[in-house]
């Protein structure tokens, strides 16, 4: 450890909000009663109703967020995907376009409404469903951070906890955007799935959260995910070799390439990069029907020692192609792909996509 965690900056000072303190001001915490008495754990979580929407922190002057934590039951009776009909949203300095507006466990690499383990540097979910976040994101007059229910019934025993601190010097610093886009199937064969476009201005891009359930036989990860940076127009500076490429794995992310037996699927989870997730049986227990679903997997990159910087623009895509052992190998494909982009910006972004309903945001 660098001797900086021994150095407290002048002027800065630590707070925490969650159902215990929801204001985060000093001293204001664990007063709640339970039946053990006065402020013993009297107050560990919130309920929030269908069509409701949550303020997890409200916070006044600069600062920065250093941690999020949140576990909240996956399914309930009203169905089984949560994670999906959650959307977390954030926003900087009095905007009323959220810089940050993702379903909530697609945020924490916890894609199709599903849990999985990850341990990254930025992102870990540890057992069972604790997502943890712990991407720096400053602000210079105020942060709000939110949860809107868009399930079909209330989510109760949400629990939370939002670390930050105070008064520190973010003069320079950029704010921290997230953008969730899924093309679920619809784009003609040879058009590339966006990742991220209109972002205007100075930045660097964090990183990339990528899932796809697999519409087609055969390997779906030769796509090359590119990235169009400042004055780059029909071909980007740069560019991947492919999507298990950029995600760190090569191969397939198989213990062998071979015919027979059946090759093994290995997943796997690392600092910057990982697939943490793959999955060929339906666990929703939404049906009483057979499990069998679309192949789904899912793989993240964190562009933490290797930044991505843009001075004018950055557009982020990655295209569908698989591959064969005939017909010339290489195929074009359209698979139903969705994906998180996380990137900061000398300005808070205006461009927002619309975010799709519940319905239609729901995996396969």
Known sequence: MSISWAIRPAGVSSRS???????????????????LGPGRKGSAWIDIPAGETATLAAIEGSGVIRHIWVTVDHRTD??????????????????????????????FLNGFAQRCLVTSEPVVVAPTGGMNSFIAMPFREGARITVENQHGGAVTHFFYQVDYTVGDDVTDAGYFHAQWRRSNGNLPL???????????????????????????????????????VDSDTTHPTLCSTGLEDYAGGAWAFQNQLRLDPEPEVLTFSAPYFGYPFHETKDTSKGAPFHWAMPPMHAVYRWHIPDPIYFQERLKVAVQQIGTRDFDGGLFERSDDIFSVAYWYQESINQNLPELQSPQLRWPR
């Open 17 to 35: 909000v969650n159902a215990e303190n929801f204001s985060g001001e000093p001293g204001q915490g664990a007063q709640a009663s339970s039946h």
């Open 190 to 228: 040879g058009e590339d799935h966006i990742i991220l476009d209109g972002v205007e201005g100075s930045g660097t891009y964090l990183g990339t959260y990528i899932g796809l359930a697999s519409l087609q036989r055969y390997w779906w990860g030769e796509g090359e995910v590119k990235f169009f």
């Open 78 to 107: 009203a169905g089984p995907f949560v994670l999906r009909d959650l959307v977390l949203r954030m926003y900087w300095d009095g905007s009323d376009v959220p810089s940050v507006e993702v379903p909530l466990g697609d945020f």
